[in-house]
């Protein structure tokens, strides 16, 4: 029952989000970081998807990266070094902070020719929560 109740209510919320023109997955403020991947191999980057000229500042202090870009309509990637991949446990100033102009997508991959490719979404600062559900299983 409780699923029934929350399937309802989230095609509730999405028809919202459409009928009201509001979108979550763009922004022009986000922050993220690159979970733990097989190895520490893997090509970290991301995309930054621009409906619109926009100028962006990518900041991430691990791998002293502060800097401004220019992103014409369409999309660019930004290769990072893979030093910034999350490993473990602890606490890091692992993360990457991007703001923009004008609002933009981004969406990041962290590739292993050998073994695994991971991908997300990264959604802006103001669609972020307090609470997330965590699908998983146990093999």
């Not at 997955?25 to 993220?32: A, E, I, K, S, T």
């Not at 202090?61 to 473990?88: A, C, D, H, M, W």
């Not at 669609?127 to 299983?137: E, I, K, Q, R």
């Amino acid at each position: 029952m409780e699923s029934i109740c929350f399937n309802i209510i989230l095609l509730y919320s999405l028809a919202n989000c459409i009928s009201t023109g509001y979108s979550w997955n763009h922004g022009r403020q986000f922050v993220f970081a690159f979970p733990e991947s097989y190895d520490s191999l893997s090509d970290l980057s991301f995309d930054v998807a621009a409906r619109e000229t926009s100028i962006i500042h990518v900041e991430a202090p691990e791998v002293g990266l502060n800097s401004n870009y220019t992103v014409q309509k369409g999309t660019r990637t930004f290769s990072l070094n893979n030093r910034i991949e999350l490993r473990g446990s602890g606490i890091w100033k692992k993360g990457i902070h991007v703001i923009s102009d004008r609002d933009i997508r981004i969406y990041a991959t962290s590739q292993n020719k050998l073994a695994s490719s991971d991908g997300f979404l990264v959604l802006p600062y103001t669609s972020l929560s307090t609470n997330y559900f965590v699908a998983s299983y146990t093999p």
